[in-house]
């Protein structure tokens, strides 16, 4: 088994799901599709919000094509729900001031950051 490690040690997401993205409508602001992959990361990532799943196996599971998981995945990422950086996903925490993991690592934070992810941190 591989050891797990937050891309953000600053905005860990614990187990518990956090009430606050329903009442200030942070799902409201994702596509039906994007709630739906949200849900399914939620209940497969482990106590720090975690997952290594693959990009095929999300779509075996949630019938879907390779061209809509990327755009799920850029909705969720851009309300601020989500980061990936292949092969991780991570699960925010609400608490957007915490940190900016980018200094460190040059990876994905937000929309505006797709240009820098390295070609090796790409979708499967």
């Known amino acids: 088994m591989m050891d797990k490690y937050p891309c953000d040690p600053g905005r860990i997401r614990y187990s518990w799901a956090d009430q606050r993205r329903v009442g200030d409508d942070h799902l409201r602001r994702c596509s039906r599709s994007a ?14 919000g975690l997952s290594y799943y693959l990009d095929r196996t999300i779509r075996h599971h949630l019938s879907m094509k390779q061209d809509g998981l ?21 699960l925010l925490s609400f608490d957007l001031h915490k940190s900016d993991f980018r ?10 950051d797709f240009k820098r992810i390295p070609r090796r941190f790409s979708h499967d």
Do not use: C, D
């Not at 990327?70 to 991570?90: G, M, S, T």
């Not at 200094?103 to 505006?112: A, I, P, R």
């Open 70 to 90: 990327l755009l799920v995945r850029y909705n969720i990422i851009e309300i601020a729900l989500l980061l990936y950086v292949h092969p991780l996903y991570q």
């Open 103 to 112: 200094e460190h690592t040059n990876f994905m934070h937000s929309v505006g």
């Open 35 to 48: 709630q739906g992959v949200y849900l399914f990361l939620a209940v497969i990532s482990g106590s720090k």
